[in-house]
T-cell receptor, first 112, second 115 residues
Framework: EDQVTQSPEALRLQEGESSSLNCSYT??????LFWYRQDPGKGPEFLFT?????EEKEKERLKATLTKKESFLHITAPKPEDSATYLC?????????????WGAGTKLIIKP | DGGITQSPKYLFRKEGQNVTLSCEQN?????MYWYRQDPGQGLRLIYY???????QKGDIAEGYSVSREKKESFPLTVTSAQKNPTAFYLC??????????????FGQGTRLTVV
């Protein structure tokens, strides 16, 4: 069964303390992996798409990487404004169409 | 500005009542989606539409209905048959449902509470 698992569920860091979030997946024939950021009470905001193993993308303090089994979202020297829930999703081929399978997210809290 | 607008932001429903959540997009996207988000769970697909006048059930369609009469609009009705409707509802759109290697854009959500 195709699934996406994110870890940890929550991560508390001090401002400036770098770390990584994990998104592991079991999907036959990966067609991409998406990272989103979600602030409380708001809709997810698109961050990155990764298409193939070895690919990396960066945006400010965030860098996403992809292997054949998982993706990491590295956060370098985070600031309090980076606090949010980070979601990942992968396309899954259903009976007739593609759908997205979503992880439950990692809640990141950056303390000043 | 292009984007997706959901309304209302907060909605309260009485037992046995149907309510409709609005979703409008001006991105000229063909595909639109409704998701439900509950604490500690990933987004779950309720319905999606690839084109006007066509829509398909997602994983949790029971107790919900949709329509797609215009490309820009994809309203969701939560019927009295939905036994546990309290949740955060998200509408999204993408260029095409068949090209899921392109990103989806989300509205700001509607929080529905049963009172």
């Amino acid at each position: 069964e195709d699934q996406v698992t994110q870890s940890p569920e929550a991560l508390r860091l001090q401002e400036g303390e770098s770390s990584s979030l994990n998104c592991s997946y079991t999907v036959s024939g990966l067609r991409g992996l998406f990272w989103y950021r979600q602030d409380p009470g708001k809709g997810p905001e698109f961050l990155f798409t990764l298409y193939s193993a070895g690919e990396e993308k960066e945006k400010e303090r965030l860098k996403a990487t992809l292997t054949k089994k998982e993706s990491f979202l590295h956060i370098t020297a985070p600031k309090p404004e980076d606090s949010a829930t980070y979601l990942c999703a992968v396309p899954h081929r259903g009976d007739s169409n593609y759908q997205l399978i979503w992880g439950a997210g990692t809640k990141l809290i950056i303390k000043p | 500005d292009g984007g997706i607008t959901q309304s209302p932001k907060y909605l309260f429903r009485k037992e046995g009542q149907n309510v409709t959540l609005s979703c409008e997009q001006n991105l000229n996207h063909d595909a639109m989606y409704w998701y439900r988000q509950d604490p500690g769970q990933g987004l779950r697909l309720i319905y999606y539409s690839q084109i006007v006048n066509d829509f398909q059930k997602g994983d949790i369609a029971e107790g919900y209905s949709v329509s797609r009469e215009k490309k820009e609009s994809f309203p969701l009705t939560v019927t009295s048959a939905q036994k546990n409707p309290t949740a955060f509802y998200l509408c999204a759109s993408s260029i095409s449902a068949h090209r899921l290697n392109t990103e989806a854009f989300f509205g700001q959500g509607t929080r529905l509470t049963v009172v």
